[in-house]
């Protein structure tokens, strides 16, 4: 069975920075192409970037910049990291397998996981 569980998710101030972490299991995670896909309140979803199983990486213009995706494929976990948050940043974030840059819904994507909410406010 595919799982994906996110982590790390919480209350950050502005300006802050998070890690969030997505442990993978029931697939060839090291093979696999990663995504790390967002949805803010009322809002679709937005794709983050991706890293590919080489580990090479693809970030949208957003948070190109203050984001970086790395991943271990010894532990099957894909990590992100986001710094200089700002308030629209708040959202639940998303690890999903594949790589689909605008995405309408999560079923674009071969599985995600539960998702993480991140908030930013003072």
């Known amino acids: 069975e595919v799982q994906l569980v996110e982590s790390g998710g919480g209350l950050v101030r502005p300006g802050g920075s998070l890690r969030l972490s997505c442990a993978a299991s029931?697939?060839?995670?090291?093979?696999?192409?990663m995504s790390w896909v967002r949805q803010a309140p009322g809002k679709g979803l937005e794709w983050l970037g991706g890293?590919?199983?080489?580990?090479?990486?693809s970030y949208v213009d957003f948070v190109k910049g203050r984001s970086t995706f790395s991943r271990d494929n010894a532990k099957n976990t894909v990590d992100l990291r986001l710094n200089s948050l700002k308030p629209e940043d708040t959202a639940v974030y998303y690890c999903?397998?594949?790589?689909?840059?605008?995405?309408?819904?999560?079923?674009?994507?071969?599985?995600w996981g539960q998702g993480t909410r991140v908030t930013v406010s003072s």
């Open positions: 029931g697939f060839d995670f090291s093979s696999s192409a």
């Open positions: 890293i590919y199983s080489d580990g090479s990486t």
């Open positions: 999903a397998i594949g790589i689909r840059v605008k995405p309408a819904s999560l079923y674009e994507y071969d599985a």
